[in-house]
Nanobody, 122 residues
């Protein structure tokens, strides 16, 4: 069983940057596809970015060019670098893991972290 723990969320001003981390334990992290999702109050959880075990990346259109997903298999950690943040990026951010490929549907992911709050002030 894989456990995921996110960190790095905080309050930041619009235009600022944050780096979220997601540390994995209890399984074979290097073989997992990892996704980042977010959920704002009153909205459905949405796909943000993902990275396969071969380090192929995918992004939602809303974050392309601003967010960068990466992974360090030696540290069992996946990162989400968020630049040029906007108030609409405010949400709880979750990392998730699944076998094989990155997909953009949350119910395809088996493993989930508890989430970390990102708040972007205008």
């Amino acid at each position: 069983q894989v456990q995921l723990v996110e960190s790095g969320g905080r309050l930041v001003q619009a235009g600022g940057s944050l780096r979220l981390s997601c540390a994995a334990s209890g399984g074979t992290f290097s073989s997992l596809a990892m996704g980042w999702f977010r959920q704002a109050p009153g909205k459905e959880r949405e796909f943000v970015a993902g990275i396969s075990w071969t380090k192929i990346t995918n992004y939602a259109d809303s974050v392309k060019g601003r967010f960068t997903v990466s992974r360090d298999n030696a540290k069992n950690t996946v990162y989400l670098q968020m630049d040029s943040l906007k108030p609409e990026d405010t949400a709880v951010y979750y990392c998730a893991g699944r076998a094989l490929l990155v997909v953009d549907t949350s119910n395809a992911y088996r493993y989930w972290g508890q989430g970390t709050q990102v708040t972007v002030s205008s």
